[in-house]
């Protein structure tokens, strides 16, 4: 019997074999876990989360497309 092809697209790198096991990784953290690696993306200092109003997103996404172009 033919295997039916699978019908997801996956990013670069990844297959359904890599998407379900980081599924598992995060269905099976602890609440513990997942705080100290949320806090630990917060103090990388390779990228910065900022709030904005919502009504400024496509002003901010076009200057920043203008930059990275």
């Known amino acids: 019997m033919k295997k039916a092809k699978d019908p997801n697209r996956y990013p670069k790198g990844f297959?359904?074999?890599?998407v379900e096991a980081l599924i598992a990784h995060?269905?099976?953290q602890s609440d513990t876990d997942a705080i100290a690696e949320a806090e630990?993306?917060?103090r990388k200092r390779s990228a910065t989360v900022i709030e904005v109003p919502v009504?400024?997103?496509p002003a901010i996404r076009k200057l920043i497309a203008r930059?990275?172009?």
């Not at 297959?15 to 890599?18: F, I, V």
Request: proline letters at 0%.
């Open 67 to 69: 930059r990275a172009g």
């Open 15 to 18: 297959d359904r074999r890599k």
């Open 40 to 42: 630990a993306a917060y």
């Open 26 to 28: 995060y269905d099976q």
């Open 55 to 57: 009504k400024f997103l």
